[in-house]
């Protein structure tokens, strides 16, 4: 059903300019149809954002690609990926078939592409991605409408797959499709990642039961969608609570978190990557970060939550690297009526308690998220000052107070909480 979804209604175009954006979006105009459905936008009324089933294995032709992802931990840890991957033939993606296999392609490449740089740690990253990488790469980059570099996108949203097709979504029933060094620990921060994008599906419909409520107008069908967007919030909540019993911080900050790291406001790399035989300059892009996820951007872009300037400057630009279809599923969130608006105009008790308790969730959730970060950033890496494993690179001190996206990340996460706090409503006098 996926590969027909290649999201040809949301266009990009090639450029190599001063901005070092190999992706720009063309403008699009974006009108409220009605009724709002999560279809329109490729998202899947079971799984969200999270691409359904994805595929584990391309073509015959693009053997060579994942000969190297299916052992890329031990390439890493042995030092040979580099060697590897330049021994590679330079394929082109033109025997791609659909959607769902370019998905695959661009997670494959992202993870080659990152442990290629970081194989020898933050002291010694490659400076230039070779051409047989960097072509195809950004070849796929482009039909996807994603940058070439690892995104939320491919290391969760893409990476993931049943033992038993029929079985649950659970940890006990997942495992990943790609992976770094990092083990059980890695296998555990990709996978509930997952169920945290899993926990969120009722909300997302919430949000589109919502929007169409108002413009119906239906307060008693509002009411519903706020009450469920409140419990997948606070789904979420218990869902990111798992990363406690599945990934060890020590493991994480260590070993796992250098191959999330970009090449944007990244002292290891402060010029950028050079990507051969694309452009001459070297090109910044930004590491993996939670804001990559449309998750929250779209429940802040529902209930009217607006963040410092700084904040929502960033949050803005990671939109550019989430799958244009789910861009622009904020987009026309965003462009629709205001709930704010309309729950104060209404003067129905009942919707403003229901959206004061979405938005309280939603700040408690960014609370919780706080104490994880400080548990696996903050704490280890005070830790990791004393003891790291020797046989892998380094922890990427260049980043120790800074999120792999490239921010001050308490600082921004508690501005980003504080905001979605001071939006709770009070009933006009």
């Known amino acids: 059903m996926f590969d027909a979804f290649r999201p040809v209604s949301f266009q990009y175009s090639f450029s190599a300019d001063t901005s070092n954006k190999i992706m720009e979006p063309q403008k699009q105009n974006l009108k409220t149809t009605l009724p709002l459905s999560l279809g329109r936008f490729h998202i899947s009324e079971d799984y969200g954002f999270l691409l359904p089933n994805p595929l584990k294995e391309l073509p015959d032709h693009y053997k060579p690609w994942m000969e190297i992802a299916n052992k890329l931990p031990h390439l890493i840890e042995s030092r040979q990926l580099r060697a590897h991957v330049n021994k590679m033939p330079l394929l082109n993606c033109h025997f791609l078939k659909g959607y769902r296999e370019q998905r695959l392609a661009h997670l494959v490449l992202s993870f080659i592409t990152m442990g290629y740089v970081w194989q020898e740690g933050e002291t010694n990253p490659e400076q230039v991605l070779p051409r047989n990488l960097a072509l195809p790469f950004v070849e796929v980059s482009r039909n996807l409408g994603l940058p070439p570099i690892l995104v939320h996108a491919d290391l969760v949203l893409t990476n993931w797959t049943k033992g038993n097709p029929e079985g649950p979504l659970e940890i006990r029933n997942l495992d990943t499709i790609v992976a ?249 006098l």
């Open 180 to 428: 770094f060094p990092g083990g059980e620990s890695l296998r555990g921060f990709i996978l509930v990642t997952v169920l945290v994008e899993k926990a969120a599906v009722p909300g997302i419909k919430a949000l589109v039961q919502a929007v169409n409520a108002i413009l119906q107008p239906s307060q008693d069908s509002l009411l519903q969608a706020l009450q469920q967007l409140r419990v997948s919030i606070q789904d979420i909540t218990r869902a990111l609570e798992q990363m406690h019993d599945y990934v060890d911080p020590d493991i994480f900050y260590a070993v796992i978190r250098i191959f999330l790291s970009g090449w944007k406001d990244n002292p290891a790399m402060p010029v950028g990557l050079i990507y051969e035989g694309v452009s001459k300059d070297p090109l910044k892009y930004s590491g993996g970060s939670a804001a990559q996820s449309t998750v929250l951007h779209a429940f802040d872009a529902f209930l009217g939550i607006r963040h410092s300037k700084e904040s929502g400057d960033f949050l803005h630009r990671m939109r550019d690297y989430m799958p244009p279809s789910h861009k622009a599923f904020i987009e026309e969130i965003h462009s629709a009526p205001s709930l704010r608006e309309y729950t104060l105009s209404s003067g129905n008790c009942q919707l403003l308690t229901a959206y004061n308790q979405c938005t309280e969730a939603l700040a408690e959730l960014r609370t919780y998220h706080i104490t994880v970060v400080t548990k696996y950033l903050i704490t280890a890496a005070a830790k990791a000052k004393v003891r790291r494993p020797s046989h892998l690179p380094g922890p990427p001190q260049a980043l120790e107070k800074i999120g792999t996206g490239g921010t001050t990340v308490l600082s921004f996460l508690k501005t980003v909480r504080d905001k979605t706090s001071e939006s709770i409503l009070h009933p006009a």
